[in-house]
């Protein structure tokens, strides 16, 4: 998580800080877009370096709401990247919304699978 932390920080900062992601101005989308593609660098190789450490020796059921937590924000994250692309102001929002559930849950399982830091990395 330390890694993909690192790798989220080296993005830099999202280049509209004014953006309102419930009320997205499409004039607006192309950059955004581009800003969400290193999103899913970070994130898609977040998800394989988990993965890769293979299924730990006790707390599976939270370590895979981790991996289903980092998954969704793939998904979504992808999925912001196509409305945005598209002009789906709507999709857009309803993207954003879920994301933010999703920031709570990828919260609580790091939590409960005793890797806390991992929650800094989509926040």
Request: hydrophobic share 40%.
């Amino acid at each position: 998580c330390n890694d993909a932390k690192a790798l989220k920080d080296a993005e830099g900062p999202f280049p509209y800080q004014a953006f309102n992601p419930t009320d997205p101005d499409p004039a607006k989308f192309p950059g955004v877009a581009d800003a969400l593609m290193k999103t899913d660098v970070t994130f898609t190789t977040w998800l394989e370096d988990m993965r890769a450490l293979g299924e730990p020796p006790s707390g599976n059921e939270a370590w895979a709401a981790l991996l289903d937590a980092i998954e969704a924000h793939v998904r979504i994250n992808r999925d912001q990247i196509d409305a945005a692309r598209e002009g789906d102001t709507e999709r857009f929002a309803v993207d954003y919304y879920e994301g933010v559930a999703t920031q709570e849950a990828l919260l609580d399982a790091a939590t409960d699978a005793g890797v806390p830091e991992c929650a800094k990395v989509d926040r």
